[in-house]
């Protein structure tokens, strides 16, 4: 199984809402990431866990809250959104710390309104 | 942190003909560098990668080039074919996965 798995493939959510996004993987990675990409634009890292310890958190906003619960498991928790968060948001792994390839999934098409 | 810039932003070749894509980076630290293509609507996927103890990779049509003095990376593309259509990110990252892009070309070959 070499799938990171993102759930959902989309979501619209108002400002107000309180929503997660899912991401799973069963490669035994034990890196976990999070990226912002929105159109026509590169990937933007938020988030990275390392062996389930957060390790980075690019200054994003505290209405974005990453969760790891275990080492196949990774969550990001959405509260108060913005328009302007309205984005793909990528999931991927990989399986150290010591720089390997990055397996991402397919994203979820974030919409704030 | 990492800063990578890349060009060109947009190139269009013919079929068969080569595609250079190169980049620049900034934290002399970085020793990972990755190559990811991303078709519309699609995820990125790994192409190629290289890493700061080597200086050239190839795989198939796909070579990369890696120059640590100049801190600049290059991704070469032979014999290109219209399924070689996508954009293409540069990457670089140090030891603890802070993997940052490039802001991406937009390759378009020409049946």
């Known amino acids: 199984d070499t799938e990171v798995t993102q759930t959902p493939k989309h979501l619209v959510m108002g400002m107000t809402n309180k929503k997660s996004l899912k991401c799973e993987q069963h490669m035994g990675h034990r890196a976990m990431y999070w990226y912002k990409q929105k159109a026509k634009k590169p990937p933007e890292l938020m988030f990275v866990y390392s062996y389930e310890k957060l390790s980075i958190n690019e200054s994003v906003p505290s209405r974005f809250s990453p969760e790891c619960p275990n080492s196949s498991l990774l969550n990001l928790h959405l509260h108060a959104l913005q328009p302007e968060d309205s984005a793909l948001y990528l999931c991927a792994s990989s399986q150290n710390t010591l720089n390997t390839e990055a397996f991402f999934g397919q994203g979820t098409r974030l919409t704030v309104v | ?111």
């Open chain 2, 1 to 111: 942190g990492e800063n990578v810039e890349q060009h060109p932003s947009t190139l269009s070749v013919q079929e068969g003909d080569s595609a250079v894509i190169k980049c620049t980076y900034s934290d002399s630290a970085s020793n990972y560098f990755p190559w990811y293509k991303q078709e519309l609507g699609k995820r990125p996927q790994l192409i190629i990668d290289i890493r700061s103890n080597v200086g050239e990779k190839k795989d198939q049509r796909i070579a990369v080039t890696l120059n640590k003095t100049a801190k600049h990376f290059s991704l070469h593309i032979t014999e290109t074919q219209p399924e070689d259509s996508a954009v293409y990110f540069c990457a670089a990252s140090e030891e603890n996965n802070d993997m940052r892009f490039g802001a991406g070309t937009r390759l378009t070959v020409k049946p």
